[in-house]
């Protein structure tokens, strides 16, 4: 599995895992902000996500084990793994089985259990659209609208668009991979996996991802962990909120 990623800076090795139909990219400013402080940034696409390899298969132990390969391949260890969403239970399953390779774990708006299925109306959206007819990302917003009343996520979406030639659209995503596995997406880390090494979860004061009766759950399966939340952000904290989630990474990995 060849993991495309964006690599910038000098320093510890700092890896981000983007959210279930997002990419690297998406974190590029922030990282370019930590870089500053001594970190060589890594921003990872995950298998059927932006420019890495497809696959018809997808699952939690596939992007860790991709995520393994790609550190193997780049002679990286006592890495710092910050993931958001869907990357942040990806980076739990890569911590509970590879902990030796972690110096800190980041793990934004989610938690260790399971989670519904609740992405339906934007697979729905994403699968209606014909490149055959949609000609502009006007025209590809709009027939998304219809799916998708909030702007900023048809507009977070629309970063997976690209010009396959002069005049065809298309998506980075596989889409169908995605479709057909969409019930991976909420697993749970199995109750028994536990990381005993320094983890902090940030949660977001308006997100309802990790809730209060939640934190038992993740104080028994990463017991070295704190939880801060960013305030005046949901579930995208870290563009809704920088300035705070900044700080509170930098103070996490600095001390």
């Known amino acids: ?124 959206g994403l699968s209606s659209l014909d490149f055959d007819t949609l000609k502009s990302r006007g025209e590809v917003d709009k027939a998304l609208s219809v799916y998708v009343q909030d702007i900023g996520v048809r507009m977070f979406l629309m970063k997976n668009l690209f010009w396959k030639e002069k005049s065809e659209l298309g998506l980075r995503l596989n889409l169908d991979s995605l479709v057909q596995n969409s019930s991976e997406i909420g697993v749970e880390l199995p109750e028994d996996s536990v990381y005993k090494g320094e983890t902090l979860f940030l949660k977001g004061a308006k997100s309802n991802y990790i809730l209060n009766e939640d934190e038992g759950r993740i104080k028994k399966q990463f017991p070295q962990s704190q939880i801060n939340e960013i305030s005046n952000a949901g579930h995208w904290l870290h563009a809704e909120n920088p300035t705070e989630f900044l700080a509170s990474v930098l103070e996490f990995i600095k001390n």
């Open 1 to 124: 599995m060849r993991l495309h990623a964006n690599v910038f800076g000098e320093g510890v090795p700092f890896l981000i895992l983007h959210g279930f139909l997002g990419m690297g990219d998406n974190w590029k400013t922030l990282a370019k902000k930590i870089s500053e402080s001594g970190y060589q940034m890594h921003l990872i696409d995950q298998r059927n996500h932006g420019r890495s390899t497809h696959s018809d298969e997808f699952s939690y132990e596939l992007l860790a084990s991709d995520l393994l390969e790609y550190c193997h391949s780049n002679n990286l260890k006592d890495v710092i793994l910050l993931g958001h969403s869907m990357g942040g239970k990806a980076a739990m399953f890569f911590a509970v089985n590879h902990p030796e390779l972690l110096k800190k774990l980041i793990i934004a708006d989610i938690g260790p259990k399971y989670y519904p299925l609740h992405h339906q109306d934007i697979l729905d």
